[in-house]
């Protein structure tokens, strides 16, 4: 069984830093592939997910262009751990971010969300 567990969510002030944590257990952690991904609703669109950073099982990262110099991903395969530090934070900011793993044999599987808001 596949358990993903985030935390770290909460409030920041803009300019401000948080670091999202997410425990990933019931598969060979260092052989699949991790993400986080943010949902915002939207009045006209309505809710949009969108992936914010991915590290792959091979080592290398990529982001989203609108949080790229801003926030890291990385993981530790060690403790089955991913983790988003995000730093100089801006109001649009504000979403929903889910840990997200998913690999060619395992699948895909996402956390329940936890709620990030930057607000003065």
């Known amino acids: 069984q596949v358990d993903i567990v985030e935390s770290g969510g909460g409030l920041a002030q803009p300019g401000g830093s948080r670091k999202l944590s997410c425990l990933v257990s019931g598969v060979v952690f260092s052989m699949n592939s991790v993400a986080w991904y943010r949902q915002v609703h939207r009045h006209v669109s309505g809710n949009q997910r969108e992936q914010v950073a991915v590290a792959h099982s091979g080592g290398s990262t990529n982001y989203a262009d609108s949080v790229k110099g801003r926030f890291t991903i990385s993981r530790d395969d060690a403790k089955n751990m991913v983790y988003l530090q995000m730093n100089n934070l801006k109001p649009e900011d504000t979403a929903v971010y889910y840990c997200?793993?998913?690999?060619?044999?395992?699948?895909?599987?996402w956390g329940q969300g936890i709620q990030v808001t930057v607000s003065s």
């Open positions: 997200y793993v998913f690999g060619d044999i395992l699948g895909t599987y």
